[in-house]
């Protein structure tokens, strides 16, 4: 048998053969949409931090204050000793954010949806997942154990064929995103909630990359439908500039995660300070919807000045094919002062490594112009 440290040079050389390989590169987060790496400053298009309050006055202040008060840590399971004052107002905060009975504040948003899907369907249940929700959601379906489907993507006829033929024993579950996270593009809501009511299903909604930057319905915290939605996940991670995911929904179904998610249940809680982070992010999104809008308009300015199609979200890809491209394209954004990293397979299919662009509302009107100018070449 070799060695592990074989095995693993081995497994490196695959990656490094495929310009797949990953590395870490040290990110200094500046004030805005700005960041500093290897000394040289970037306009960053690749954070997710969509309304930059990640450096707002009031949301480090609250941090601070957090800290001072309960330290910097939870200290235990939030079953144990882990439950800090502020998690319930984070929690309370959210459900009415999200027009909910309730809410379930986890570690992670990968432990909110990882911890969530297993306490709903087991082995004898079924799920029915839009073939490009995120790894999370498939990491969730495996621990489960239930019969797992992907349908097309944002396709409702691929998957009522599939209810349909589906055995009707067992739960159902409709797993899907709101924004897709590589993609850019916004899922049917509405149309799926009345799939998943004719056919006597469950519809659970990833928002991570809706919550705080587009609202729709009967609420404001993010893409609703004018119909039930279940299960609501989002993360505390990007608009909501903390770290943390969440889970919103009935009183009984968010009562049963919190004494069910083995994530929930086996994890140190939230620390103080990215609860009062997020509340503070929440007060600020709920009194100034104009900040809301901002990002999805810069999008729009971007797709208009590169003669993309509009964007919906305030994620634009440039689907370039190869790796090797993608890295190329990358090389030549960041000669020009802007970071845009390179999507890669497995986190996209083979054949479509891109730049994933994420907008903020502190973009420069001027640096749009020109990083549009930019792309133009690639996406020709």
Not at 146 to 173: C, I, K, M, T
Request: neutral net charge; proline residues 5%; hydrophobic residues 45%.
């Amino acid at each position: 048998m070799q060695s592990l440290d074989a095995f693993a040079r081995a497994k490196l050389a695959v990656l490094d053969a495929g310009g797949l390989r990953r590395t870490l590169v040290r990110t200094r987060r500046l004030d805005g949409p700005w960041v500093e790496r290897n000394g040289k400053r970037y306009l960053s298009f690749s954070c997710n931090d969509y309304l930059n309050l990640t450096n707002h006055p009031a949301v480090k202040a609250a941090a601070t204050e957090a800290i001072a008060l309960y330290g910097t840590g939870a200290g235990a399971s939030r079953l144990v000793t882990g439950d800090h004052p502020l998690m319930e107002e984070l929690e309370g905060r959210l459900a009415a954010f999200k027009g909910t009975e309730a809410a379930c504040v986890f570690s992670t948003g990968y432990a909110a949806n990882t911890g969530t899907i297993p306490t709903f369907v087991g082995e004898r249940d079924h799920l029915f997942i839009d073939e490009r929700a995120h790894a999370c959601i498939w990491a969730g379906a495996r621990l489960s154990g239930a019969e797992a489907q992907a349908f097309r993507h944002n396709d409702l006829v691929d998957l009522e064929r599939r209810l349909s033929a589906a055995d009707p024993r067992g739960a159902r579950l409709i797993v899907t995103e709101g924004v897709f996270s590589m993609d850019g593009d916004v899922a049917p809501l509405t149309a799926l909630a009345k799939v998943a009511e004719r056919y006597g299903a469950w519809l659970m909604t990833d928002d991570a990359h809706g919550v705080g930057v587009l609202a729709e319905g009967r609420g404001t915290g993010g893409l609703f439908p004018d119909a039930r939605v279940d299960l609501q996940m989002g993360t505390l991670s990007k608009a909501l500039a903390s770290a943390g995911g969440y889970v919103c929904g009935s009183r009984a179904a968010i009562d049963l995660i919190k004494t069910r998610a083995r994530t929930l249940v086996y994890s140190t809680g939230l620390p103080p300070a990215s609860a009062a982070a997020a509340l503070a992010a929440l007060q600020i999104i709920e009194r100034d919807p104009g900040l809301c809008a901002l990002p999805l308009a810069t999008a729009r300015a971007f797709t208009r000045a590169a003669n993309l199609p509009e964007a919906t979200s305030a994620i634009v890809p440039v689907i370039l094919g190869e790796p090797a491209a993608a890295m190329a394209a990358q090389a030549v954004l960041e000669a020009e002062g802007f970071l845009v990293v390179a999507i890669r397979p497995p986190t996209v299919p083979v054949g479509t490594a891109r730049l994933r662009l994420a907008f903020s509302a502190g973009h420069p009107d001027d640096e749009i112009e020109r990083l549009a100018a930019c792309v133009r070449k690639f996406a020709a």
